[in-house]
């Protein structure tokens, strides 16, 4: 088999407090008892004790962060709750963000036999019928998986009794093998709603009657029914590789067949259970003699399990080597029956073993049964574990489940292949134990519990923290509410946290003055972009330099880096480097700016100027300002432009606006030293700036002659991105494509506030500085006070360069800007880790009996008779509209804002009307078309108006649909007509429920 299907991903819960696979194996291990006492929490009410193996919290589930409203995760069958976790889980132990499959062809296969939530509903206090179809309805348990992530290849729910995990896990591996999907989930689910099971098994005497089932033992009384799901994911070994994700086993063949006419519905066939064997083996190209160890089907029966072990006797112990007998041993020795996940169970501890090179015993076994000759070939029960031997060849195991359908699945593992190494590739240098740790979560206080279990995070040895950035970066979800933790003298500390949106950014380069020394050396070490764009432009700048950039820069002499003709070439380098970094890590700005010469570097990047074209602008620039006479002065002045404008002279200019009390005065030394004494007597702060020249002052206009020559040969293209010149505080300025802009930029006031207010105001809400430091992210939130716009600057002076960059990165995931992960892993050697799965945040979601009322909680009301108005289906009366139509405006639109919560939280199955923001949208609430169309119908029964199909589409939040109400209201309009009338075209008044969702289904579905 040149491709065959690997085992990349698994997650499971079953009896006894298993939660996770390592749970699994460690509970067989110990030989802990998972059976119990039948749970008191459902409802049961049995004549005889009932024990069984059970789930704890079957009923709770993370309604919210599925987006189902609290109605329809109570309508919904508890086994497709289940699956929706437990496969969440299994794509993040594989290391997979389960967002990003959205679209992808992936394949659902999932086992579901037993279907008694229905009658559990059916006695319901609650009105559920509304979401009954999709809730209750087998076929959808795998679809509203599918739906959930998006998926696009071939999904099916299958029903074979017991055997239906592995029957479906077998379709999952025939269709990666045809190519009808890239990736399969697979496996099974089996949760008990009611005793019926117990009852109707435990008349017919096929029950242990101690609970414990002793599969294969001489004194086997019957079997034990327990409940689980388990949930596995597939893909062709070539992918798993390609992807880097986990290759816990792999599916070498599988068979199904049927035991045909037997001497009983339910009896079970030897012959049919050889042949499947067989033809697993064929499947496999694999001799019996090549497998070591079959978990079987093994139930506890008398009937059964004898049929069984003869047959694998038959089928893989003949002609076999004594030294290596076939090992048999059952899982449900340990679990009792799981039903419809019991094969995956299996097949996931067997995966365990093969990972752990041991083969655990059968539980409860005094003496193998006397029903079966075990001498007619080399098999052996497991009463202890085994060491797995390694005997030259890959380790091996089958996994059986059969049916009382009659269909038998038969599953050959074989443990992982040795990883390949990878193609050497150059590590980078550097310090990548700096990465930033990402959590983020739905809500606020799931993500408080996803940064408790990474605090909590061990094993021996514990895992790398880089190993753990690189893991949860690239194999989790961004969820809204994030978090981000940075490395500290004692761990990784949180730095940040917030709800992400989907900014709009601006990046903004920073002048002179910020310059230090040894900028850049440490990404340049740590990022081959970075290293490789400051290659090219330093390239371009040296041939006009005095000398190379990276000699000064990364030199001992600050004097000398602060020199103009030296300061102005090094920034334009380190920041065009920066932007070629951190946009091959995502970013995309949607307009630039620059401070001074900051902005020739914007202009560079948006493609107004090339770069041999750029680097001549700016070498010129700080050559021509470096050579002009030595003199003037700059004074920073903490105070307004109003303030400081009547008191320039015509030796004294404005260099900059840089916020509302932060300006600049250059020029002549007196002229700038008397401007600054008369403010500071005012109360007003200076300070004088080290320059060597006033620039942006009258004393630069000996140079802009010569400048102008330079620039008059060279070429400008309009912009890729828009630029926002601080020359003129305009946004795209034409200006900028022209010769005498930049001759004007060197001398005219740089309006750097003026530009921040226009980056703003034309809706960039997150400023993202590039330069050495954080001058201008100061600078702008000087400015833009409580605007709501963020500023994060990506270097700091006082910060190790990488450390800066990492928590900058953390910062704009914070904030929902979408970054390349993967690319900043690049070359670290950084590996995925399994880590704790996403820490749900649950509630219990069972019916309430018939005739008990269910509780309520504080809020408002939320249920139809807790709000004015008439039942659904009588005539509004003529007092309710006068009564609206005579309150003042904003009451009127007060009430129903109110009325329409009311009914919102009523339809949702919510207990509290403040769960219903009024500014929330319908859809993220969880409503869908029937949602939409309750919602429509219940304010027509309340208010007698009009009420528009659309409603919820149309006016999409609580308070506009409010608003609308309010308007409808309000207007002149005749009685209502009789019931006989026929409807307006938007009046709901008169439709039957077909009609509604006609009218309104599509309509959520694509908007």
């Not at 049919?272 to 093994?298: I, M, N, Y």
Request: include cysteine; hydrophobic fraction near 45%; charge should be negative.
């Amino acid at each position: 088999m040149t491709d065959p299907i690997a085992v990349v991903g698994t997650a499971c819960r079953y009896p006894g407090g298993v939660r996770t696979p390592a749970d699994l194996w460690e509970l067989v291990r110990a030989g802990r008892d998972a059976v119990t006492a039948a749970p008191d929490d459902r409802g049961w009410d049995t004549t005889t004790p009932v024990r069984g193996g059970f789930l704890d919290g079957a009923a709770d589930f993370d309604a919210a962060f599925f987006g189902m409203s609290p109605r329809e995760a109570l309508s919904t069958d508890p086994q497709q709750r289940q699956v929706l976790e437990c496969a969440w889980e299994a794509l993040e132990r594989a290391g997979l963000d389960p967002t990003a499959l959205r679209g992808s062809r992936t394949g659902v296969y999932l086992g579901v036999s037993g279907q008694d939530y229905g009658a559990v509903t059916r006695d319901a206090a609650e009105d559920l019928g509304g979401h009954a179809l999709t809730g209750l309805t087998p076929g959808v348990a795998a679809g509203r998986l599918a739906h959930l992530l998006d998926l696009r290849a071939p999904v099916l729910t299958v029903d074979t009794a017991s055997s239906s995990s592995l029957s479906a896990l077998h379709l999952a591996v025939r269709a990666l093998r045809a190519g009808e999907c890239d990736a399969a989930l697979a496996g099974g689910v089996c949760v008990m709603c009611t005793p019926t099971g117990f009852v109707a098994h435990g008349r017919q005497g096929g029950l242990a009657a101690d609970g414990h089932a002793k599969v294969f033992a001489d004194d086997a009384d019957g079997t034990v029914w327990s409940e689980g799901v388990g949930v596995v994911l597939l893909e062709r070994l070539s992918v798993a590789r390609a992807a880097g994700h986990p290759v816990l086993a792999l599916v070498r063949g599988s068979a199904v067949n049927h035991d045909g006419a037997t001497d009983g519905l339910t009896a079970p066939s030897g012959d049919a259970q050889r042949a499947l064997v067989a033809l697993a083996l064929d499947d496999a190209g694999l001799t019996p003699a090549e497998v070591d160890l079959v978990e079987a089907h093994g139930t506890g029966t008398r009937l059964g399990d004898p049929v069984e072990a003869a047959a694998l006797v038959a089928a893989y112990g003949r002609d076999r080597d004594p030294a290596h007998p076939l090992h048999l041993r059952s899982l449900k020795s340990t679990l009792g029956h799981t039903q419809a996940a019991a094969g995956v169970a299996g097949l996931i501890l067997t995966v365990e073993a093969l990972r752990h090179e041991l083969m655990p015993r059968t539980d409860h076994v005094t003496v193998p049964t006397t029903a079966v000759d075990w001498s007619a070939g080399s098999v052996r029960l497991l009463t202890a574990e085994v060491a797995w031997p390694r005997t030259g060849r890959p380790r091996r195991a089958g996994v059986s489940s059969f049916g009382i359908s009659g269909t038998n699945v038969h599953v050959l593992l074989e443990e992982a292949p040795a990883e390949v190494a990878p193609d050497a590739a150059p590590t980078v240098a550097g310090a990548p134990d700096a990465a930033p740790w990402l959590v983020s979560a739905a809500t606020p206080a799931a993500l408080g519990a996803q940064l408790a279990q990474l605090a909590r995070l061990g094993g021996r040895p514990a895992p790398a923290p880089r190993d753990v950035a690189f893991s949860l970066a690239t194999g989790r979800a961004g969820l809204p509410h994030r978090a981000v933790l940075l490395p500290g003298p004692d761990g990784h500390v949180e730095e940040t946290r917030g709800t992400a949106r989907t900014p709009r950014v601006a990046v903004l380069f920073a002048g002179q003055g910020s310059q230090r020394l040894g900028m850049g050396r440490e990404l340049a070490a740590r990022f081959p972009v970075f290293a490789d764009a400051l290659d090219t432009v330093c390239a371009e700048l040296d041939p006009r330099l005095d000398r190379p950039v990276r000699e000064v820069v990364w030199g001992d002499d600050a004097e000398e880096l602060h020199r103009t003709g030296a300061a102005q070439p090094a920034l334009f380098a380190l920041e065009v480097a920066l932007f070629a970094l951190v946009t091959s890590l995502g970013l995309r700005p949607e307009a630039v700016a620059g401070h001074s010469v900051g902005e020739i570097a914007a202009a560079h990047v948006a493609g107004v100027l090339s770069l041999p074209d750029a680097a001549e602008l700016v070498a010129a620039r700080a050559r021509l300002m470096q050579a002009l006479p030595a003199g003037g002065a700059m004074t920073a002045i903490a105070a307004s432009e109003d303030e400081v404008t009547p008191l320039l002279g015509p030796d004294a200019a404005l260099a900059a606006v840089n916020g509302p009390h932060s300006v600049v005065v250059a020029g002549a030394g007196e002229a700038v030293e008397r401007v600054a004494a008369e403010l500071a007597g005012r109360g007003h702060r200076t300070s004088r700036l080290a320059v060597s020249h006033a620039f942006h002052s009258p004393l630069m206009d000996p140079m802009l002659a010569d400048f102008r020559s330079v620039l008059a040969g060279l070429r400008f293209a309009e912009p890729t991105i828009p630029v926002l010149s601080t020359r003129t505080g305009r946004l795209a300025d034409p200006a900028l494509c022209t010769v005498e802009h930049w001759v004007r930029h060197a001398r005219d006031t740089v309006r750097f506030a003026d530009g921040v207010t226009t980056l703003v105001a034309g809706g960039a809400d997150l400023l993202v500085e590039l330069g050495p430091g954080g001058t201008l992210a100061a600078m702008a939130r000087e400015t833009l006070g409580d605007a709501g716009v963020d500023v994060v600057s990506v270097l700091r002076a006082t910060r190790p360069e990488e450390s800066a960059l990492a928590g900058a990165l953390g910062r704009l995931h914070v904030l929902g800007v979408p970054l390349d992960w993967d690319a900043y892993f690049a070359g670290t050697g950084a590996r995925r880790v399994e880590l704790p799965t996403y820490a749900f945040t649950r509630t219990r979601y069972w019916p309430t009996p018939a005739g008990v009322r269910a509780p309520r909680t504080s809020g408002g009301p939320a249920d139809p008779t807790d709000t004015a108005g008439p039942a659904d289906g009588a005539d509004p009366s003529d007092a309710v509209r006068a009564r609206l139509a005579a309150m003042a405006p904003a009451a009127r639109e007060r009430h129903l804002l109110e009325l329409v919560r009311d009914h919102a939280a009523a339809v949702l199955g919510h207990r509290r009307t403040d769960e219903i923001g009024p500014a929330a949208r319908f859809r993220e609430l969880g409503f869908d078309s029937l949602a939409g169309v309750e919602l429509c119908a219940r304010l027509v029964a309340a208010t007698g108006l009009p009420v528009p199909a659309t409603l919820a589409i149309d006016f999409p939040t609580p308070q506009r649909a409010a608003a609308r109400l309010a308007g409808l209201a309000g207007e002149d309009r005749p009685a209502a007509a009789g019931r006989g009338a026929a409807p307006e075209a938007d009046d709901l008044s008169g439709l039957a429920v077909s009609d509604l969702l006609d009218l309104i289904d599509d309509e959520f579905e694509t908007t």
